[in-house]
């Protein structure tokens, strides 16, 4: 049970009361700051806490947003200020700084007001001097401000200012802008003119009927594994079925985290859910697909294989991007300022949306595709497209690398050398080379030659040969090198998708290549194992806890560890089943290991309350 402390009674005929306890606050209501104290150290520890003025005016949600969401310690509307367990510290400091202290009046009025309007100043409020008092505490986290738009949140000083501001909250439809607030600011073409008008609707059912969107987020799987199965049928009635029920599925996915925002019902579990499921329920379909196509005769794993390399790569090009320049300084580049001002041409932004292929037009293309013609060449189309869209925006991202005049951090270095997932050999090699004087590309060139030529001895050496087991070691030997010093050059975000690109590319085209019975659809389980601790490491990073502890990545082997093994595999029994037997072994032995502790994390009270609000990028 939350608490929320009223400094003061409330105005007559006020329903600000009613309006805490809608949004499950236990409400008390105090005389003055000492009385304030008292109470708030009468509130257990484990407990969130709210002051709250007892002349406050607006709307509900303007409560709700600054009151009640998981995501910050912190949060503050004027008229209203809480704090989560981990701010409580912090708030009784602030809450005795204000006691003492004379504050300046504030101006506490309508958010969103027309420009050149001005509200009234007031005599600052217990809430407001809290707040004030908070922000300006180097040792309390920071106070999130919600952006609250044409929603009022004011503190009038009389009637009539009251009386006015009631007029304001009369005037606007809060229930619709909840409803939009609830739809993501930025996402692509299909999923903004063809999903979101109506799921958000969906989203609003959800949540009068009490759901969760982790429920629906399970829904959303359940019904994608259903539209696998179907797919799996190889029949043309399974195959429509499966393109209907995969967009079911992506509407269910819209309406998940529409529901999180309409309801700010953010989750350690939902954050893992989110982060996952996308994956999952997209690489599962692959595999229904390759069942099906097998069932009539025709053997497309390793299109479906290179289907799922293909996009992880993407994303993993997009997600070292964004962390290499996540809290650069001076990061300015002339590319990004034309690429600005494209966006501020309507159809720009839709056409450049659409082109790189997110998942609403890829789940779009790949149900219509499924449903009309055969996998072979829906998987064919998708590559075509995916690749493309690689392109593309891989040369724009390097185009505004070589352009850019930035400063990265050393928080960003170690984020690349967390994505770069590097295991004790490379790690060995690095400690031999660290001292070494390399070139500014250096890191970049020798991963690309790693990669190029595990990738190179795996497609055109004699099957079964030791030859790619020695491209391994040798890619083992460049991947240290690449690593040897901090990740901070231009393009020194290029090393993860590198690293990414080979290991998975080497396993693709040593199973097709072995010809064994079972080969491809055993590395394709393999593939999606490591893809999954790949996925797992990148939402630890955007959560701010860091990456998976270095004993996992040690126990899994790292990228080129795992390369080595499976070469080896290849080198020793690429001429039975041998080589589909250890490439089993060896997924189920890495699913195991990596779920596990991905499971032990995002359910533990370190994982952080987030959700995905920027989408995915590709």
């Known amino acids: 049970m939350s608490t ?20 499950g606050f236990d409400v008390r209501v105090v005389d003055d700051a000492a009385g304030a104290q008292e109470a708030l150290a009468a509130v257990p520890a484990g407990e969130r806490v709210a002051l709250v003025d007892p002349r406050f005016v607006g709307h509900l949600h303007s409560l709700r947003l600054a009151l009640t969401d998981p995501r910050f310690p912190a949060a503050a509307v004027p008229g209203a200020v809480t704090a989560r367990p981990e701010a ?55 106070v999130h401000r919600p952006e609250l738009g044409v929603l009022v949140a004011a503190v009038p000083g009389g009637e009539a200012a009251r009386e006015e501001a009631r007029r304001a909250v009369a005037a606007v439809d809060e229930e619709s802008v909840r409803l939009r607030s ?10 903004t003119f063809f999903i979101s008008p109506y799921s958000r609707y969906l989203a609003r059912w959800c949540a009068r009927r009490g759901l969760t969107p982790n429920q629906v987020t399970t829904a959303s799987l359940l019904t994608a594994l259903v539209a696998a199965a179907c797919a799996a049928t190889g029949t043309r009635g399974g195959f429509v079925a499966a393109g209907v029920l995969l967009i079911a599925s992506f509407v269910l996915d819209c309406a998940d985290g529409q529901l999180a925002r309409y309801a700010l019902k953010y989750s350690t579990l939902g954050a893992w859910l989110d982060a996952t499921f996308d994956r999952a329920k997209e690489y599962a379909y692959y595999a229904g697909l390759a069942l099906g196509a097998a069932r009539g005769g025709d053997d497309v794993w390793a299109l479906a294989l290179a289907a799922m390399v293909l996009q ?41 949306r659409m082109i790189v292929l997110p998942i609403g037009e890829r789940w779009a293309l790949i149900a219509v595709l499924t449903a009309l013609t055969t996998p072979r060449t829906t998987f064919t189309v998708l590559l075509a497209g995916c ?51 390399l070139p500014a590309f250096a890191a970049p060139a020798l991963a690309l030659l790693g990669s190029a030529g595990l990738v190179a001895c795996a497609l055109w050496t004699p099957r079964g040969g030791p030859w ?123 699913a195991l290991t990596v779920v596990t502790e991905s499971v032990r994390f995002w359910v533990s009270s370190q994982a952080p309350a987030v959700h995905d609000e920027t989408g995915e990028p590709a």
């Open 88 to 142: 409580r510290a912090a708030l009784v400091r602030a809450v005795a700084a204000a006691a003492r202290e004379s504050v300046p009046p504030v101006a506490a009025g309508r958010a969103g007001a027309a420009a050149g309007e001005e509200a009234p100043p007031v005599p600052a409020g217990l809430p407001d001097r809290v707040a004030a008092a908070l922000e300006e505490d180097a040792g309390a986290p920071a």
């Open 387 to 437: 690749a493309f869209a690689a392109c593309y925006t891989t040369a724009g991202r390097v185009l505004r690398s070589l352009t850019r005049k930035a400063a990265r951090t050393d928080r960003a270095a170690r984020a690349l050398a967390d994505l770069a997932d590097s295991g004790p050999l490379a790690a060995g090699a690095a400690a031999l080379l660290r001292g070494a004087r």
């Open 468 to 590: 790619p087991l020695a491209a391994a070691l040798g890619y083992a030997l460049l991947a240290g090198a690449a690593a040897a010093r901090p990740l901070t050059g231009a393009l020194d975000w290029l090393v993860p998708p590198l690293f990414r690109a080979a290991e998975y590319t080497a396993v693709l085209v040593l199973a097709a290549r072995s010809g064994a019975e079972g080969a491809l659809p055993a590395a394709f389980g393999l593939v999606a194992a490591v893809a999954y601790h790949h996925y797992d490491t990148v939402y630890r990073i955007r959560g701010g806890t860091g990456a998976p502890p270095h004993r996992l990545v040690r126990a899994i082997g790292g990228h080129e560890g795992r390369v080595a093994v499976v070469t080896a595999a290849a080198a020793l029994w690429a001429a039975g089943q041998g080589f589909t037997i250890a490439l089993t072994v060896l997924a189920g032995a890495l």
């Open 4 to 23: 929320a402390i009223l400094t003061g009674p409330p105005a007559a005929g006020s329903s600000l009361e009613g309006d805490l306890r809608t949004l």
């Open 312 to 352: 992880t790569c993407r994303h993993v090009v997009d997600f070292s991007f964004t962390e290499a320049n996540h809290d650069a300084t001076g990061n300015t580049s002339p590319t990004a300022a034309l690429s600005g001002r494209l966006d501020s041409v309507g159809w720009t932004v839709w056409v450049r």
């Open 182 to 191: 609830a739809v993501k600011s930025r996402d692509g073409f299909f999923t």
